[in-house]
């Protein structure tokens, strides 16, 4: 029985190492080939070591367009993505507290539109949106990037959260009313360091989505200086005259640090959120 779970075992973690190299292979790709000539890149596609390694293509990549450095479309993405991520946790902490603490009427039917909304394709909204937006006069600007999510438009945090927080036990929320506690004050004080796992874990995936959100920035930044980096990448692509490939993965290499970075360092409470949310709910 020991040796047929040990083969099985072995098999098991083969299989899941197979799989984990075929998933990672194209962004290792893309990192390696960004210190290869920008002429070489394709021609030695099926290399993945570069016979010579070069850092041209960081120094020109970095240099931008139009006196534009990569460091402003960095701050770009830097601004809205915090803005907007901020604004998520906020608003979805509030939404989930009044789903989870108070009864009201309508409340299983905003519960449920509140689930609905989850399974609408974006796609669905972008017209309706872009109308209503452009009559407000935000084309143009960051505000269609930020504002609404200020206001608990993604049910996923708000679910996520909810269930976290059903699993506080009320007990604590009538102890502190028996000491002089307000709603607010429960609110801010027992239920929001309570919920920090389901808090940085809404925070991680708010941030990340934002960060690689190309089509919003699409439809409502006008400006290349203005642009985040998702959007800045495809002005290394000139379908009129020849692309600076090697540039464009070198900066996609960069973009994708803050991403690994707030994983790296926010795993745990990223793994605890999820696991914690999953059970209660």
Same mark, same amino acid.
């Given at each position: 029985m020991k040796e047929k779970r040990a083969v099985k075992g072995a098999v098991y973690h083969i299989l899941v190492f197979m799989f984990g190299l075929i998933m990672i292979y194209p962004l290792v790709w893309m990192v390696m080939s960004s210190f290869k000539p920008t002429s070489t890149i394709f021609q030695t596609a099926g290399s993945l070591i570069p016979e010579t390694f070069t850092f041209e293509n960081y120094v020109n990549g970095w240099k931008g367009f139009a006196k534009v450095t990569f460091a402003v479309f960095f701050k770009?993405?830097?601004?809205?993505?915090?803005?907007?991520?901020? =604004?998520?946790?906020?608003?979805?902490?509030?939404?989930?507290?009044g789903f989870a603490r108070f009864k009201f009427r309508g409340k299983k039917l905003l519960f449920s539109a509140m689930l609905l909304s989850m399974m609408l394709p974006a796609q669905v909204l972008m017209i309706p949106q872009y109308l209503w937006y452009q009559k407000l006069g935000w084309v143009g600007s960051y505000m269609p990037l930020i504002v609404p999510y200020f206001f608990a438009i993604q049910g996923f945090f708000v679910y996520l959260m909810s269930n976290f927080i059903s699993g506080i036990p009320r007990d604590l929320d009538e102890a502190a009313k028996i000491d002089g506690c307000s709603y607010a004050a429960v609110f801010t004080k027992?239920?929001? +360091? @309570?919920?920090? +796992?389901?808090?940085?874990?809404? =925070?991680?995936?708010?941030?990340?989505?934002?960060?690689?959100?190309? #089509?919003?920035?699409?439809?409502?930044?006008?400006?290349?200086?203005?642009? +985040?980096?998702?959007?800045?990448?495809?002005?290394f692509c000139d379908p009129g005259s020849s692309s600076d490939y090697g540039a464009m993965f070198a900066m996609a290499s960069l973009s994708i640090l803050p991403s690994v970075l707030i994983f790296i360092f926010f795993?745990?409470? #990223?793994?605890? =959120?999820?696991?914690?949310?999953? @059970?209660k709910g």
């Open positions: 770009n993405s830097l601004f809205i993505s915090a803005a907007a991520t901020i =604004g998520t946790v906020m608003s979805s902490a509030v939404a989930a507290y027992i239920i929001l +360091p @309570l919920i920090k +796992p389901a808090l940085v874990t809404g =925070g991680i995936f708010s941030f990340m989505w934002r960060w690689d959100d190309f #089509l919003s920035a699409l439809l409502y930044v006008n400006k290349s200086a203005r642009y +985040p980096v998702s959007l800045a990448l495809k002005l795993q745990r409470y #990223l793994v605890e =959120g999820i696991s914690t949310s999953g @059970l």
